[in-house]
């Protein structure tokens, strides 16, 4: 399983809207570079990443070879029950990868 | 002196980077198929990359779209596009009124100087943009693997 981190408050005021972070280990090999014999470097990257608080989707990325390498994506979340979030991230040669926080709110 | 067998091969090694650049109409294309040719005026969205890029492998990129992100006026979607990458589409991201703000960021490849453009679906189904131009230094996306 590939390395992540994921960024989730431990605590949270119900209603208050919070900053999710989330990296993951990856090339993000674009498919479009070649080495110097002139072989085509073939395409691997993530091409997915969903995030879910206490298994309801609340957010989707879908990337592209645009995506650096070892892709970090910010974004917000309305923190409205105590639970589990949880981001799982899916792309090219069968790669998955998870990882999840535990949030309190009260 | 320059042979003929050199020269040649200048340029095909100068024109071959051109090769590996999207098509001039593949953004509006990739644009088209989201909007279904709806207008997408700028306004309400905000693009936010550096205008000098000294390292096109990773540009921190963030787009913020004005909105109360409510059940009935919310961003659905916010899509990236560079015109002059391999492809264009750099990142898509789906969201909803549980998002609280329309607001992320990522870092992203940038492969040659150019006017990077974000898009922004509502949820009333109309379509905002924003366009921002950025001097690339050194490029990425197509580098030989050392």
Same mark, same amino acid.
């Given at each position: 399983m590939a390395r992540a981190i994921v960024k989730v408050p431990a605590r949270a005021r119900r209603g208050e809207i919070i900053e999710l972070r989330a990296i993951v280990a990856h090339v993000m090999e674009t498919g479009f570079r070649r080495t110097e014999t002139g072989a085509l470097v073939p395409r691997d990257i993530i091409r997915q990443m969903v995030c879910r608080y206490n298994g309801v989707e609340v957010f989707r990325a879908d990337f592209h070879p645009a995506v650096a390498a070892n892709p970090l994506i910010v974004f917000t979340t309305l923190a409205t029950e105590s639970g589990r979030i949880e981001f799982r991230w899916t792309g090219d040669n069968g790669f998955a990868a998870a990882e999840s926080a535990q949030i309190t709110v009260e | 002196m320059i042979t003929r067998r050199a020269f040649l091969a200048a340029a095909a090694a100068a024109a071959a980077p051109a090769a590996l650049q999207a098509t001039p109409g593949a953004m509006s294309e990739a644009i088209r198929a989201l909007t279904g040719g709806a207008p997408a005026p700028r306004g309400r969205v905000k693009l936010d990359v550096p205008e000098l890029i000294e390292n096109g492998n990773s540009v921190v990129l963030g787009v913020t779209v004005e909105s109360p992100m409510t059940e009935i006026d919310h961003v659905r979607a916010i899509h990236v596009f560079a015109p =002059? *990458? /391999? =492809? /264009? *589409?750099m990142i898509s991201v789906y969201l909803g009124p549980r998002a609280g703000r329309a607001r992320f960021t990522t870092r992203v490849r940038v492969a040659d100087s150019q006017t990077l453009v974000a898009l922004a679906q509502l949820s009333d189904g109309s379509f905002w943009s924003d366009q921002v131009s950025v001097v690339v230094t050194l490029a990425a996306c197509t580098e030989e693997v050392k």
């Open positions: - | =002059l *990458n /391999p =492809l /264009p *589409n």
